[in-house]
Every structure is written in C-alpha cells, then in structure tokens.
C-alpha cells in the first residue's frame, strides 16, 4: 500500500498543486478527512485556512477535533474512518505531547499505512518523523530539542519557517547531532509530497537541504 505525506513549512493553507494532489489521493471523497489541532481560542474562525484549498476540489466533509478538549476515544474513533488526515501548526511541543507515544498515534499511522494521506503543517510537519527536532525559535527555553516523534516517515529530518526563521544553523546542528539520510529545510507557502517515504515533489517559496555540508535549494 503506498503512503502519501505532506508537509509545509508555515500554517495552512495548502499550496494549490499540494491541495489538488491531496484531494486525488483520497481513496474514498465520501468519507470526512479529519483535522487535528491543540485546541484555542477562536479556532472555528481559523478553520477555514485548512479546509478552503480542499473544498475547490469539492471535499467538504471534515472531522474538527480539537486536541485536548475532544475524547481521545473519540478522536480515535473519527481516524479510523478518515479518508485523510490534518494536522495543524502551532506549539511543537504540545502537539508532540498529545498525538506522540498516545492511543491517536496508533490510529494515524495505521490509516497512514492504509494509504490515507497524511498532511502536517509546520509542527504537524516536525512530528510526522521518528525524530522531531525544534529550533531554538520553537520554544520558551529558546534551545535546540529533540524528542520522538509519528515515525511516519524514517531516516528524515525538517526545519520548518526556514528562511523566514533564518534557520539555517539549527539545521545544520540537527544534522550533525543527529544522523539521517535525508534533511529539508521547508519555507511558509512552500509545500513537500512524500511518496513511500521517497521526495516526490514540492511548491512554492522554497525547499532547502544540506548536502555534503553544502546548503541547496531543491527545484
């Protein structure tokens, strides 16, 4: 079963190419895609930025389930039928604390290995690999961490905000703390797809990654 993952470097909403793609990959289009967020003030007036690039190609069905405030038995109970699944930016750490090493983590990635899409946006992007790392600029201890993360994509590291963080250092000591195969840096308005743990495309601002100590921006 092939297993398809976004991921963007800012907050919604989906680049248009990544939108369109997202949608083709849904097996079932009759069946909600569930959305994952912490839970805060005003989030239904926010809600708009995740589903409004999907609804141009006719998905309007969504499960909203605030983390945190929605059962996890029912959180849990909307994946198992998703035909996708978002998860959404803001506070890395909380996002880690909530969906990482929990019962919801069981349900994404096995609708994940179903072949349903995966999308995270910025932190939902930093947790989607087995090792989430955050920058200095992600915390109040302003001081590079790493911690578990998804493990839905292996052997992957990523910087998210990349350029506009001027994030660069913080990759490079991801890197050299951490050993993995492949490492992106990943603009706001910029957009990855993952095909079975493969880069298979990306859109918009800018996509970094460092090889042989050298900075590239990846086309």
């Known amino acids: 079963m092939d ?22 990959k849904l097996k079932d289009k009759s069946v909600p895609i569930s959305i994952l967020f912490v839970d805060r003030e005003g989030w239904e007036d926010y809600m708009p930025k995740y589903t409004s690039a999907l609804e141009e190609y006719n998905m309007n069905d969504f ?16 994946l198992r039928i998703s035909s996708g699944i978002i998860i959404g930016g803001g506070d890395t750490n909380a996002y880690a604390d909530y969906l990482v ?25 930093l947790i989607s690999p087995n090792i989430c790392v955050i920058s200095p600029k992600d915390n109040p201890q302003n001081e590079f961490q790493y911690r578990k993360g998804l493990g839905l994509i292996e052997d992957h590291l990523f910087a998210v905000h990349f350029s506009e963080w001027n994030d660069e250092d913080h990759l490079r000591n991801a890197v050299n703390k951490i050993k993995a195969a492949s490492n992106y840096g990943i603009d706001e308005k910029a957009g990855t797809y993952f095909l079975n743990g493969d880069l298979d495309s990306i859109e918009g601002n800018g996509v970094y990654s460092i090889k042989n100590d050298v ?4 086309s």
């Open 3 to 24: 297993t398809h993952l976004f991921l963007f470097g800012g907050g919604p909403p989906f680049t248009n190419k990544m939108a369109k793609l997202f949608v083709e």
């Open 63 to 78: 499960h909203l389930l605030p983390l945190s405030t929605t059962p996890i038995e029912q959180v849990m109970n909307c």
């Open 101 to 125: 090493e929990t019962p919801i983590a069981i349900s994404i990635k096995d609708r994940f290995q179903e072949g349903a899409p995966v999308a995270g946006f910025s932190a939902g992007a």
């Open 215 to 218: 900075l590239v921006k990846l």
